[in-house]
Each structure stands twice: as structure tokens, then as C-alpha cells.
T-cell receptor, first 112, second 115 residues
Framework: ELKVEQNPLFLSMQEGKNYTIYCNYS?????LYWYRQDPGKSLESLFV?????AVKQEGRLMASLDTKARLSTLHITAAVHDLSATYFC????????????FGTGTRLTIIP | GAGVSQSPSNKVTEKGKDVELRCDPI?????LYWYRQSLGQGLEFLIY????????KSGLPSDRFSAERTGGSVSTLTIQRTQQEDSAVYLC?????????????FGDGTRLSIL
């Protein structure tokens, strides 16, 4: 059974600082997705990582995938307040459809 | 439509009643997924549709839960004889064909509260 673990669960950062969220998964997968969720809102797709060594960047966020280590990271550079949200990684099934197994989520709070 | 649409946005009902939740996926998307988000269990997969067929129902928690999709478009998730543990946000997502590497686009969800 596929398990996806994220850490930390909660992260409080000062504006301007850098930090990394980690996502580990238990079975082989060659792709991984990152989503953002604002309070009371739905999930917004951030990154689609489709191969070992894939790196994607959007603004102050950068995501990478190491399929051999079964690890993805989401790096935040010089955090700003509007990055406050919950971030989820998700790994798709290897068996015929792309149903997602989600990590526990990391609730990020940026403090002025 | 422009995005995945779900209705109602909120539903409060008494234990033992039946509820129906609706999802209208992005036009042209053949793959449709239902997930459930609750404090205790996080985000869990429920069921996957490809067109009107449901080849993967493995996440449905009990036989009180069922879903259908008609016309390759709208889907309805039905919960019979609701229990308090059914309280959660039910999220619907769609993708173009459900193929490799396609991100799923989520609706705003239905927040279900069982009294």
C-alpha cells in the first residue's frame, strides 16, 4: 500500500526566510504533484513533476523530484505573506488510473 | 464550464438521511475522481470514473456510498443512511483523459455535516 509522508506538518516562518518541505513516498513512482489549499478553498495545482531529477519553479517556490530516493521537496525562497496556505504532495497510482494518494499536508504560516 | 463545479457547497442533514452530492467536471474531461477530506483521515480517494464507467471504486468506505456518472459529464455521489463519521468535505476532480502526468483540477467541494 502506497504511503505518502510530509514533514513538517506545521511550519511558521518569518518573511524573507527560506525553508523546505519534504515529501517521502513508499513505493516506486515516476511522477508527483504538488497542490496548494487556502483555508476553506479547494486544491490548486502547483507543480507536476514527471521524471527523476525534474525541477520546476514558479515565483518563490521550487519543487524537485528524486524518484530513486522516493523524495520530493518544495523549497520556499524569501517567503512572503501570501504564501501562507497548506501544501500537499500527491503520488498517483501505478495501476491503471491516476488516483492520488496525498501526503498529510504542511500548514505554512508566514509571519511579518 | 471554466472549472469543476460542485453543489451544494454546504449540506447539513440528520443522521440516517440520504444525501446526494453533485459534480460538474470541466467540459471535455473524461476522467472524474471523488475524494473526501476530513480532519482525522486527511484526503482520501473514493472513486474514479472514465466516461460513464467506474473502473476503480476501491475507496468507497461502505456499501452506503455509491456514485454514478451520466452522459460522460455530471456525477452524483450518494450516501445512504448517513452517519456522523460521514461528516467531511467531499471533493470532485477531473482531468482530460486520466492519462499519465495529467494534473487533476478540483472543485470547491461540498462540506457535509451530519447532526
Amino acid at each position: 500500500e502506497l504511503k505518502v509522508e510530509q514533514n513538517p506538518l506545521f511550519l511558521s516562518m518569518q518573511e524573507g526566510k527560506n525553508y523546505t518541505i519534504y515529501c517521502n513516498y513508499s513505493t516506486t513512482s515516476d511522477r508527483l504533484y504538488w497542490y496548494r489549499q487556502d483555508p476553506g478553498k479547494s486544491l490548486e495545482s502547483l507543480f507536476v513533476l514527471l521524471s527523476n531529477g525534474a525541477v520546476k519553479q514558479e515565483g518563490r517556490l521550487m519543487a524537485s523530484l528524486d524518484t530513486k530516493a522516493r523524495l520530493s521537496t518544495l523549497h520556499i525562497t524569501a517567503a512572503v505573506h501570501d504564501l501562507s496556505a497548506t501544501y500537499f504532495c500527491a503520488v498517483p497510482s501505478n495501476f491503471g488510473n491516476e488516483k492520488l494518494t496525498f501526503g498529510t499536508g504542511t500548514r505554512l504560516t508566514i509571519i511579518p | 464550464g471554466a472549472g469543476v463545479s460542485q453543489s451544494p457547497s454546504n449540506k447539513v442533514t440528520e443522521k440516517g438521511k440520504d444525501v446526494e452530492l453533485r459534480c460538474d467536471p470541466i467540459s471535455g474531461h473524461t476522467a472524474l475522481y471523488w475524494y473526501r477530506q476530513s480532519l482525522g483521515q486527511g484526503l482520501e480517494f473514493l472513486i474514479y470514473f472514465q466516461g460513464n464507467s467506474a473502473p476503480d471504486k476501491s475507496g468507497l468506505p461502505s456499501d452506503r456510498f455509491s456514485a454514478e456518472r451520466t452522459g460522460g459529464s455530471v456525477s452524483t455521489l450518494t450516501i445512504q443512511r448517513t452517519q456522523q463519521e460521514d461528516s467531511a468535505v467531499y471533493l470532485c476532480a477531473s482531468s482530460f483523459t486520466g492519462g499519465w502526468g495529467q494534473p487533476q483540477h478540483f472543485g470547491d467541494g461540498t462540506r457535509l455535516s451530519i447532526l
